[in-house]
C-alpha cells in the first residue's frame, strides 16, 4: 500500500512553519513499522528547498529513511 502523510501538524507537531517541533513518536512508529513491511511512505508537504530537505534529514533521524516527497499544491 502507499500512505501519504502531512509534515507539519501531523509528523512534527507543537510548531508553526518553517519550523520543526516535537515528533509525533506515535504516528512515526506506525510509519516505521508500515516501511519495514516494505509499504510505500510519501510525504505530503508544501515545504520545498531549503524547508524540505530539513524536513526530510529531520525524518531520517526517526528512523524514515525510504521516503518519496510530493509537494501539495505545485
Given at each position: ?16 512553519y ?32 531549503k ?24
Open positions: 500500500m502507499i500512505f501519504a502523510v502531512d509534515f507539519d501538524k501531523t509528523l512534527s507537531l507543537g510548531t508553526h518553517p519550523y520543526i517541533g516535537e515528533p509525533n513518536t506515535e504516528l512515526i512508529s506506525i510509519l516505521n513499522q508500515l516501511q519495514s513491511l516494505n509499504h510505500a511512505i510519501i510525504l505530503w508537504t508544501c515545504r520545498g528547498g524547508e524540505l530537505n530539513e524536513a526530510v534529514e529531520w525524518l531520517k533521524t526517526q528512523g524514515l529513511c525510504k521516503l518519496q516527497c510530493a509537494l501539495a499544491g505545485l
